[in-house]
């Protein structure tokens, strides 16, 4: 009986150890409620903030896998083989689309989500110090932090979520445009996927969270005194850590912006600068705000006088603050608009080494038959004028077994063998363009890997299967994007009975004087063609046609633009609801509260001027890469697109939201505190 009462503790003592533990857990979770009761109105902001995040990035999550997953096809059985496959080019167009705009906004939520939370931790660090000296372990704070926050967080990614998702088909009818189901006679139907919204709810929170156990840990590896004694972390300086990492990151940009690697195309290089760009710039905010707003504000204290001055001041004692309000406008001007510039330039650039070089002094453009016979047989009168014409007839076929759409192109034998220098003409890579013929074609190396001697199907748009032998293997002309050339065959060897036919001519002029002269007789002519355009007019279609195709773009600024907007509005109504009791103190020794409003509206302006001007400097490093990239490939960098008129809208519109929201959370905390002091 001892040795069993020495090893088993009695149960007065079971009694009083579960009594302790449950002791203890009350006494933790209601220290986590009185500190959710403490800080409301922060965590007001901040779910409103997390909200937004958690809505766009579930919406566009939600299309994503709607794209993927074909919600909403038509029955294509009773289709053939061509209006099959066109039916999928939406849904492709829909899953790139928003690819494209859950990365913007994924990038944006993330590095914002990321900041405003650690703000909101770090601002509470002698509250930390005092719980350390009170006893509290290290690991039982980050315990208690993570708690707290994981409340609101939470709750607003969760209903961040379900409402994203609810929202997926009106989302999907602004996608619907952009992706081209009009186009194709289809509407998109978008169905809600519960797996989609729990995937981005659980992505967010480790965001969120992440942050939140990034601030704490930091915080927790510092003395309590030294927490006690700190400044807020509002006036903190910032480490040599951070200085170090930001001079790093500026001389890698340095060096994948404008040192020539072979091993890097355009897309890639400027991506990859890109990004490393919007890590700088959240890394060493807090360092180029405070210059920033620095020299801006002495431009403000002069036009501003007094409220200028103290705005200036504010601003500047407050490091942490301007960096925390100027970061969204960073972020946002500098993800939004440097993948905007990236993508035009991208396509820009893809169009004109497409373009280079184009040897056609007229391309004509028709898309019927018959008047293609007449302008080839109108064209014999004017040989005179004309060094060598070529007019290539083409038609959209498939082959059995692959997703994918190829042209098929059907030329004069005597163009194509005339051995003219001056004729656009397809490269022969291997074979002879002679052995073309009934039953006999040459193929394209660029899409396809066919041999000679190989048997190819080609189905026509009755889903006839017409199978030829490839007797040579070509590249086609350079300088005609629209003359892809995946096949091409003479006249009378293949019937015409493909989808989407265009013919495309061709004319080299005898004298570059001559080129208006030609143009003005085929319009003359009684020919119905589609276009004649010059050289030059040909190529700015094309350019811009390839520009304006990107209508993602529109979808990432209205979705960027409205998380930053959020963000930035947390962060000023969290900075002037700490300074409210300042602003008393100012209205007690004779400061009007107009005066001390519209200092708080000039402070935010100038933080937000201060971030602009950051995100200027960003994105025209970005923008001089691509010039460089540019002249590098042998293109001119007067092609490199530049966004000022985006970048330029999105400022003020920063800025005009920032005023408004300074001033009124500033008259709505003066009279609240008013209020409260005259009750006292």
């Known amino acids: 009986m001892s040795n069993s009462s020495a090893g088993v503790p009695h149960s007065g003592q079971h009694g009083n150890a579960t009594k302790h533990v449950a002791l203890q857990n009350t006494t933790f979770f209601s220290l986590v409620r009185s500190l959710l009761a403490a800080h409301h109105s922060s965590y007001f902001v901040m779910f409103l903030a997390t909200f937004a995040a958690s809505l766009v990035t579930s919406s566009v999550l939600q299309l994503y896998y709607a794209g993927k997953k074909r919600d909403g096809a038509p029955n294509v059985q009773s289709m053939n083989r061509y209006h099959q496959l066109l039916a999928d080019v939406p849904y492709q167009n829909v899953t790139m689309t928003s690819l494209v705009a859950s990365v913007c906004s994924l990038l944006v939520s993330v590095f914002l989500v990321l900041a405003s939370v650690k703000f909101l931790v770090q601002e509470r660090q002698r509250e930390y110090g005092l719980m350390r000296i009170n006893g509290a372990a290290r690991t039982r704070i980050i315990l208690l932090a993570l708690c707290e926050f994981a409340v609101p967080l939470a709750l607003s990614n969760m209903f961040g979520c379900i409402c994203g998702s609810l929202l997926t088909p009106v989302v999907g009818k602004i996608f619907e445009g952009a992706a081209e189901f009009h186009d194709v006679g289809i509407a998109f139907h978008p169905c809600v996927r519960f797996s989609v919204g729990l995937y981005t709810f659980l992505l967010m929170m480790i965001t969120c969270l992440t942050g939140v156990w990034l601030a704490v840990r930091k ?108 970061l969204p406008a960073m972020m946002l001007l500098t993800i939004v608009v440097s993948f905007l510039a990236v993508f035009s330039a991208g396509s820009v650039g893809g169009s004109l080494l497409m373009l280079d070089p184009l ?234 509260p107009r005066s001390i ?22 994105v025209s490093i970005v923008e001089l890469s691509l010039a460089v990239a540019f002249t590098r490939e042998g293109l001119s960098y007067m092609y490199v697109p530049i966004q000022i008129g985006k970048f330029s809208l999105l400022a003020a519109v920063l800025m005009v939201i920032a005023f408004a929201t300074a001033i009124f959370c500033t008259h709505w905390n003066m009279q609240r505190t008013m209020q409260s002091g005259s009750t006292k």
């Open 219 to 326: 915080i927790g590896l510092l003395p309590p005194l030294v927490l006690l004694r700190q400044e807020s972390v509002k006036r903190q300086k910032n480490g040599a850590g951070r200085k170090i990492t930001s001079l790093f990151l500026l001389v890698v940009i340095a060096v994948v912006g404008f040192v020539p690697f072979e091993a890097l195309t355009l897309d890639l290089r400027s991506m990859l600068l890109t990004v490393l760009v919007i890590v700088c710039v959240y890394v060493s905010a807090p360092i180029l705000v405070y210059g920033a707003v620095s020299v801006l504000g002495l431009i403000l204290e002069h036009f501003g006088k007094g409220a200028g001055l103290l705005a200036r001041q504010r601003a500047r004692s407050g490091k942490a603050g301007s960096a925390a309000i100027a």
């Open 597 to 618: 409003a519209w200092s708080g509206g000039l402070e935010s302006v100038l933080d937000v001027a201060g971030g602009t001007l950051i995100a200027l400097a960003s």
């Open 359 to 592: 040897k056609a002094d007229l391309v004509v453009t028709s898309e019927i038959p018959e008047q293609t016979v007449k302008l080839s047989q109108s064209l014999k009168g004017l040989d005179k004028e004309l060094r060598a014409v070529n007019t290539y007839e083409t038609q959209d076929w498939t082959i059995p077994d692959s997703d994918d759409i190829f042209q098929v192109a059907w030329s004069d034998s005597q163009e194509l063998f005339d051995g003219n220098k001056s004729a656009i003409t397809p490269k022969v890579i291997k074979g002879s363009l002679k052995n073309v013929g009934p039953g006999r074609i040459a193929v394209n190396q660029d899409r396809l890997t066919y041999d000679i001697g190989d048997k190819v199907s080609l189905v026509d748009k009755y889903d006839n299967k017409h199978q030829v032998e490839v007797v040579a293997i070509i590249d086609a002309p350079k300088g005609l994007p629209s003359l892809g050339m995946d096949f091409l065959t003479v006249n009378d060897s293949l019937p015409k009975v493909g989808e989407n036919y265009v013919a495309i001519t061709t004319i080299v002029a005898d004298s570059s004087s001559k080129v208006n002269s030609i143009s003005q007789q085929i319009r003359d002519l009684n020919v119905k063609v589609a276009r004649i355009e010059s050289r030059q007019a040909y190529i700015d279609r094309f350019v811009t046609r390839g520009v304006e195709g990107q209508k993602a773009n529109l979808i990432m600024i209205v979705g960027g633009a409205t998380l930053a907007l959020i963000f930035l509005m947390q962060s000023i109504a969290i900075s002037l609801g700490e300074r409210s009791q300042q602003n008393y103190r100012l209205y007690q020794i004779g400061v009007s």
